[in-house]
Antibody, heavy 118, light 108 residues
Framework: QVQLVQSGSELKEPGASVMVSCKAS????????INWVRQAPGQGLEWMGW????????TYVQGFTGRFVFSLDTSVSTTYLQISSLKAEDTAVYYC???????????WGQGTLVTVSS | DIVLTQSPGTLSLSPGERATLSCRAS???????LAWYQQKPGQTPRLLIY???SRATGIPDRFSGSGSGTDFTLTISRLEPEDFAVYYC?????????FGGGTKVEIK
């Protein structure tokens, strides 16, 4: 079945970097874009942007430029989110989600909790 | 940017009752590119409705979506115990693909 499996929880100190992976299976990886969504503790969903899995071209929403980088490795059907110069306010669950042919997101990865604390 | 406003913020209902959730857009959502997601505590969001009114695979028919332009509605005809959750709308007509703030459906 179509599945996105994300890497495990991370605890990082302020100023460090983190990389979250999202491995796809059950479909042709290059045929569907991947969205990234952030959910801060107790808050709603925030769309960060997306990456074209055919060209590797990323698109970032305002507020997620500079320190946030989407990348991919098509040989292992995996998309990555790297966050550098981590701040306490980056503490959140980060989700990857496949963009369907309709444009909606389905399925979603299980989420990766990134905690930034000294 | 298209801003989505969901109401009410919280809906307190009993099992078996009908739930009506609203999502209003700050400008028209072209082609009715509007989706609804369900998120239970500690779980991943799940796609319920896309294209404003099409149910995603495996979604029970007690969930229905309607609306066009700037006003959209998610209706749960008879609430089951597993339906108590937070519901989000999202427009995917134009970037940024904003979500609404969510409606929590809680047990009365």
């Amino acid at each position: 079945q179509v599945q996105l499996v994300q890497s495990g929880s991370e605890l990082k100190e302020p100023g460090a970097s983190v990389m979250v992976s999202c491995k796809a299976s059950g479909y042709t990886f290059k045929n569907y874009a991947i969205n990234w969504v952030r959910q801060a503790p107790g808050q709603g969903l925030e769309w960060m942007g997306w990456i074209n899995t055919n060209t590797g071209n990323p698109t970032y929403v305002q507020g997620f430029t500079g320190r946030f980088v989407f990348s991919l490795d098509t040989s292992v059907s995996t998309t990555y989110l790297q966050i550098s110069s981590l701040k306490a306010e980056d503490t959140a669950v980060y989700y990857c989600a496949r963009s369907t042919t309709s444009g909606a997101s389905d399925p979603w990865g299980q989420g990766t909790l990134v905690t930034v604390s000294s | 940017d298209i801003v989505l406003t969901q109401s009410p913020g919280t809906l307190s209902l009993s099992p078996g009752e009908r739930a009506t959730l609203s999502c209003r857009a700050s400008q028209s959502v072209s082609s009715n590119y509007l989706a609804w997601y369900q998120q239970k505590p500690g779980q991943t969001p799940r796609l319920l409705i896309y294209g404003a009114s099409s149910r995603a695979t495996g979604i029970p028919d007690r969930f229905s979506g309607s609306g066009s332009g700037t006003d959209f509605t998610l209706t749960i005809s008879r609430l089951e115990p597993e339906d108590f959750a937070v519901y989000y709308c999202q427009q995917y007509a134009s970037s940024p693909l904003n979500f609404g703030g969510g409606t929590k459906v809680e047990i009365k």
